[in-house]
């Protein structure tokens, strides 16, 4: 796989011309299709677009359905290319439907978010989210090339480039403490972007490249999103609670640091400074007494769990994480318990 970070003017048709497709598809929704399609459109040669409606709600089989279909209509065969032009959702989504297409036919990845620019659109995981389920069915398929144009960031509301912000916290935290004691000095807006999006995607790059298909050291991307992942699904059915992916991941990081520094595995200064950064960035998501045992179940579904038993990635040091640490119910319900307070 391939990850280009410059002007999609440049990278787009230097792909193209490299590749004889026999046709072409854009992915987009609604505010892609809007606001980042008309940035490409004149680089690319005669093609299709496919709409989806923007949103986590519609990354299901009735989108992908609606992708299969067009690509069917327009008679797309084996040799035709998707370009996913948008979010994780499009990323995801997208990726899926044309790894599955007549069993599979090629697609490249232009992210345009920040979170979908240094975590969805590298590594291979695709997918969709299966009643109520987040991801719950997919496949690991690693793009013909991935295209990152950072000026896509200038379109974005401020909560989501909050949201991606999780990602790269995420990545320092698990993988590089000189860069966590780099952009914890700093608030949001003088965060030096170009410079984190080439660092995330070469930690994530890394990681991915030396585990594929998840069975060892890849699982450390996964930390702060056993809990997340579970809250994130939960509020996804009210939209007024709702929460973005990784506003989610910041409760995640704060209760799983938690976690980490009950078993000794971090001392309780990082976990200061996880949950002062965190919170200062995020705010506190306000959690119910009745929220947490749904919350606790859907940890249950994480896919990284053995035997029935809750397996998380958790920090064992600044810029260190492991991985396959089982993790009891009373265990969670002490750190849900803790970020609340």
């Known amino acids: 796989m391939s990850v280009h970070i410059s002007s999609l003017a440049e990278s787009l048709p230097v792909f193209l011309q490299q590749r004889n497709y026999s046709a072409i598809a854009v992915l987009v929704d609604s505010n892609t299709k ?11 040669p005669k093609h299709k677009i496919i709409t989806i409606r923007a949103g986590e709600e519609n990354k299901n089989l009735s989108s992908c359905e609606s992708v299969w279909q067009g690509l069917t209509d327009a008679h797309f065969d084996r040799h035709a290319l998707v370009i996913d032009l948008g979010g994780g959702v499009i990323g995801d989504l997208g990726g899926f439907c044309a790894s599955t297409y007549k069993r599979g036919i090629d697609f490249i990845q232009i992210p345009t978010t920040l979170l979908s620019q240094v975590d969805a659109s590298v590594g291979g995981k695709l997918g969709i989210d299966f009643h109520g389920f987040k ?27 909050r949201s991606g912000f999780a990602e790269i916290i995420k990545h320092c935290l698990i993988a590089d403490e000189a860069k966590w004691n780099v952009i914890r000095r700093l608030d949001l807006h003088q965060q030096n972007w170009e410079d984190l999006v080439a ?10 490249e030396q585990d594929p298909t998840e069975q060892g050291i890849r699982k450390i991307l996964n930390y702060g999103h056993t809990v997340g992942h579970a809250l994130e699904t939960y509020l996804l059915a009210d939209p007024k609670r709702r929460l973005l992916h990784g506003e989610a991941i910041a409760v995640g990081m704060i209760a799983e640091a938690f976690i980490a520094a009950r078993k000794g595995l971090i001392p309780a200064q990082l976990l200061e400074q996880i949950e002062e950064y965190l919170f200062a960035v995020y705010g506190r998501v306000a959690i119910t007494d009745a929220d947490l045992e749904p919350v606790l179940a859907l940890t249950l579904q994480d896919k990284k769990n053995r035997g029935g038993q809750v397996r998380m990635a958790l920090l064992d040091g600044p810029g260190r994480c492991t991985y396959d640490v089982p993790v009891s119910k009373a265990e969670m319900r002490r750190a849900l318990e803790y970020y609340r307070t």
């Open 135 to 161: 991801n719950h069915i997919g496949v690991f398929k690693l793009p013909e090339a991935v295209l990152i144009d950072t000026v896509f960031l200038q379109t974005l509301p401020e909560r989501e480039l």
């Open 34 to 44: 809007r606001f980042c399609y008309p940035a490409i459109k004149n680089f690319l």
């Open 199 to 208: 660092h995330s995607v070469a930690v994530k790059k890394k990681v991915v």
